[in-house]
């Protein structure tokens, strides 16, 4: 039973378009995390979020945006997709910071 | 700053034997955690190990054990019987006071069993 979920699982899109990665969390983690990962590659933090109001900049540059008004959702927006941006995204929470829980990810496809 | 390196792109391993995978770290932190986690094809992370850098005895997960050498700053994952459900990537990953909170990952291993 996944306590952290992702939507949508599979996205194609055409260039241009504004999408929204969803990413909710029913574990009441303050901590939420959205990273960027290529097929077999490694995973690159691009967003993350301590708490409501709260969003910061990961180690790797992304033109996505993110927000964070209810502790459990943290959707992150791309305004106009582009094919560089297929990647998967995989969003993650954490009570301690001791240990992600990850969602089971979302890959985007645009063409 | 803090490092993840994971040396072994690819691996093949028979059904049934034990697997190392091997993981070194850098981080001038104190105190830090240590992570294994496994990704299937289906892309999902899925949590196997953690050892905590104060821990005094290696972490251990039914065939999962973290062989944690904290002066070589080494964290090799060890897979005891090996099984065919067992072929995925597998990334080490770390998280300590410098990085507040953030985890970071290496390049990961594909591990490929064979029957």
């Known amino acids: 039973e996944a306590d952290i979920y992702q939507t949508p699982r599979y996205l194609v899109i055409g260039t241009g378009k504004k999408i929204t990665l969803e990413c909710s969390q029913t574990m009441g983690h303050d901590k939420m995390y959205w990273y960027q990962q290529d097929p077999g590659m490694e995973l690159h933090l691009i967003h993350y979020s301590y708490g409501v109001n709260s969003t910061e900049k990961g180690d790797l540059s992304s033109e996505s945006t993110v927000s964070r008004i209810r502790t459990e959702h943290f959707p992150l927006t791309l305004e106009s997709a582009r094919p560089s941006h297929t990647s998967q995204y995989l969003c993650a929470s954490s009570e301690s910071g001791y240990g992600y829980t990850f969602g089971s990810g979302t890959r985007l496809t645009v063409v | 700053a803090q490092k993840i390196t994971q040396t072994q792109p690819g691996m093949f391993v028979q059904e049934k034997e034990a697997v190392t995978l091997d993981c070194t770290y850098d981080?001038?932190?104190?105190?830090?955690?240590l992570f294994w986690y496994k990704q299937p094809s289906s892309g999902e992370m899925i949590f196997l190990i953690y050892?905590?850098?104060?821990?005094?005895q290696n972490a251990t997960e039914g065939r999962y054990s973290l062989n944690f050498q904290k002066a070589r700053k080494s964290a090799n994952l060890v897979i005891s019987a090996s099984q065919l459900g067992d072929s995925a990537m597998y990334f080490c990953a770390m998280s300590g006071y410098s990085s507040a909170s953030k985890i970071i990952f290496g390049s990961g291993t594909r591990l490929s069993i064979r029957p």
């Open positions: 981080t001038s932190d104190p105190s830090y955690g």
């Open positions: 050892q905590g850098s104060y821990d005094q």
